[in-house]
Every structure is written in C-alpha cells, then in structure tokens.
C-alpha cells in the first residue's frame, strides 16, 4: 500500500482547508482497509485526527469534533480531510494512514500551518 497526500498549506485561523490522500493498492479491495489521518508536531507523539472504516464509521479527536470531516471514495481509492474553523494548534505535519491485517501503512505527511 503506497498513500499519497496532498492539500496541506498555510492559513489564518478560521480558515479552512482539504487533505486529500490516494492510495495505490495491489491485491487488496481499497473497501477493507480503514483509512485515516494523523498528525504530529516536533517532540510530539502522533495522533489521530480521524479515521473512517470501509462502512463508513468515522471515528474523530475530540479536539476536532464538529470541525473536521473525513470521507472516502472507495472508487478512487482516496480519503478526505475537510478542516474547517482551523486554530493555530492545528498546525501540524498531516499523514494518511491504512490498516490492513495488523499493519501500518503510512503517506509521506503534508504540513498544515495556521497562524493567529
């Protein structure tokens, strides 16, 4: 599973911005694997932003409830970020994420910048 992401960028505070991640799979239906984003700042651990399941079960941080959306389109292999009311402690490197059989499978990260 190769992930590819893109759609970071610098913004103000309450401005929005879309992640958007493709992934390129062999051998194995893009519909299993659970598909997600994280992010982590330097010194910091990662950490979920959010991830959604084959049937669509999202599961998010509590520090972005009600702001962030993820979906995805199993048909184009991709999933989506939609970050909206961003804060500055949104700033962050955002990697994709898909679990299948027990593994990690992660993207090359895009940084998300918002300043005050």
């Known amino acids: 599973v190769q992930l590819q992401a893109s759609g970071g960028g610098s913004v103000q505070a309450g401005e929005s911005l879309s992640l958007s991640c493709g992934a390129s799979?062999?051998?194995?239906?893009?519909?299993?694997?659970?598909m997600g984003w994280y992010r982590q700042t330097p010194g910091k651990q990662r950490e979920l932003v959010a991830s959604?399941?084959?049937?669509?079960?999202?599961n998010y941080a509590d520090s972005v409830k009600d702001r962030f959306t993820i979906s995805r389109d199993n048909a184009k292999k991709t999933v989506y970020l939609q970050m909206n009311s961003l804060k500055p402690e949104d700033t962050a490197r955002y990697f994709c994420?898909?679990?299948?059989?027990?593994?990690?499978?992660w993207g090359q990260g895009t940084q998300v910048t918002v300043s005050s």
């Open positions: 799979i062999r051998y194995i239906p893009i519909s299993i694997i659970i």
């Open positions: 959604v399941t084959s049937a669509g079960d999202t």
């Open positions: 994420n898909a679990k299948y059989a027990g593994l990690d499978y």
